[in-house]
């Protein structure tokens, strides 16, 4: 059976939160393909992380247990390098052929700092880019200007609706409004929890605060 799409969702994931889960799920009804999550192992374009790649990896399984086309690819986990999206791409490619769209999703917020990720222009050989919206953030293309000339360049260059990326294997780039933006945030979730602020229960999956507290992730440590 010829796969319609493979659809990658990359993140740190310290720890998922149910926003997380709703882009996943809207991309997934919006395209009508599975979407793969792919916890990241040492991604070099963000601080270390506060859990390790074992339990992230847990907490992702915990998150989708049950989501109807949702996926765990743990396929940068068992990499002794950095891992970089364009390296996971090339990797996905060879194993679906060149014919199969293969889109990666991303945040607003991460759109605007493509231009600063590793080999960000052979991205577009490889897959189509797929941004969702994230409060604080824009959407508009038109903004990107601001931020770097080539970038926006790019966006207006390679912008088309969403449905047209499984029209062809790689090249473009989508929005996703989520609307209104999802506010989960995974820092603020890990703040709450060292802070002993149940706060943050509500923006993960109950089976992921059970783990969490389980494994007393986030907690502050005690002094000596």
């Known amino acids: ?35 793969h999550l792919v916890p990241a192992a040492d991604p070099p374009h963000k601080d270390a992380t506060h859990a390790d790649a074992s339990h992230r990896a847990r907490m992702v399984e915990l998150a989708v247990a049950g989501e109807r ?3 765990v690819d743990r396929r940068e986990l068992a990499r002794d ?8 791409l090339h990797e996905v490619r060879a194993e679906v052929g060149r014919e199969t769209p293969v889109v990666w999703v991303i945040g607003a ?13 052979e991205l577009f050989d490889t897959a189509h880019v797929l941004a969702a919206g994230r409060p604080g953030f824009s959407l508009d293309p038109a903004g990107f200007a601001q931020v770097d000339a080539e970038l926006a360049a790019l966006i207006a260059a390679r912008l088309r609706p ?17 609307e209104p933006p999802r506010r989960e945030s995974s820092t603020e979730i890990r703040r709450l929890a060292a802070a002993g602020d149940d706060g943050w ?14 494994h007393r992730l986030y907690a502050r440590a005690l002094p000596a």
């Open 1 to 35: 059976m010829t796969m319609r799409a493979w659809i990658g969702y990359g993140g740190t994931f310290d720890p998922i939160h149910c926003g997380h889960l709703a882009v996943a799920n809207a991309v997934r009804d919006a395209l009508d393909a599975d979407v």
């Open 69 to 71: 086309g949702l996926r």
């Open 81 to 88: 390098r950095p891992s970089y999206s364009i390296d996971t």
């Open 109 to 121: 917020d991460s759109l605007a700092q493509l231009h600063r990720w590793h080999r960000w222009r």
């Open 162 to 178: 969403l449905a047209s990326l499984l029209d062809a294997p790689s090249g473009g780039i989508a929005l996703l409004p989520m």
């Open 201 to 214: 229960r509500g923006q993960v999956p109950s089976p992921v605060a059970a783990y969490i507290d389980r």
